[in-house]
């Protein structure tokens, strides 16, 4: 059984960083994307990182191109999302997915077509 155990979430100030960990167990993963969705309340899950298991794709939302980067340590099956100037509309509850199988660039963008999902964790940016 798949888990993804996600950490990192919290409170900072406007400008302030933070970084998400997303540990993966269960199963050897050696293909697929892992990514790193939003959501606000009354509203669904949002992408705002991908990154395929093999290092070869990367994908941000525009709203944080040059503030967030994804990365992977495949030795440790962990996914990273370092978030820096952080804004007041970057409040939400995120969360990391994983889908281990060859995926279509346009499917890692989609979030109903991940099959794992961590537990989420929340973020705030206080102004």
């Given at each position: 059984?798949?888990?993804?155990v996600?950490?990192?979430?919290?409170?900072?100030?406007?400008?302030?960083?933070?970084?998400?960990?997303?540990?993966?167990?269960?199963?050897?993963?050696?293909?697929?994307?892992?990514?790193?969705?939003?959501?606000?309340?009354?509203?669904?899950?949002?992408?705002?990182?991908?990154?395929?298991?093999?290092?070869?794709?990367?994908?941000?939302?525009?709203?944080?191109?040059g503030?967030?980067?994804?990365?992977?340590?495949?030795?440790?099956?962990?996914?990273?999302?370092?978030?820096n100037?952080?804004?007041?509309?970057?409040?939400?509850?995120?969360?990391?997915?994983?889908?281990?199988?060859?995926?279509?660039?346009?499917?890692?963008?989609?979030?109903?077509?991940?099959?794992?999902?961590?537990?989420?964790?929340?973020?705030?940016?206080?102004?």
């Amino acid at each position: 059984q798949v888990q993804l155990v996600e950490s990192g979430g919290g409170l900072v100030q406007t400008g302030g960083s933070l970084r998400l960990s997303c540990a993966a167990s269960g199963r050897t993963f050696s293909s697929g994307v892992m990514g790193w969705f939003r959501q606000l309340p009354g509203k669904g899950r949002e992408s705002q990182a991908v990154i395929s298991w093999n290092g070869d794709y990367t994908y941000y939302a525009d709203s944080v191109k040059g503030r967030f980067t994804i990365s992977r340590d495949n030795a440790k099956n962990t996914v990273y999302l370092q978030m820096n100037r952080l804004k007041p509309e970057d409040t939400a509850v995120y969360y990391c997915a994983g889908r281990f199988r060859p995926t279509p660039t346009s499917d890692a963008l989609e979030p109903d077509r991940y099959d794992y999902w961590g537990q989420g964790t929340q973020v705030t940016v206080s102004s």
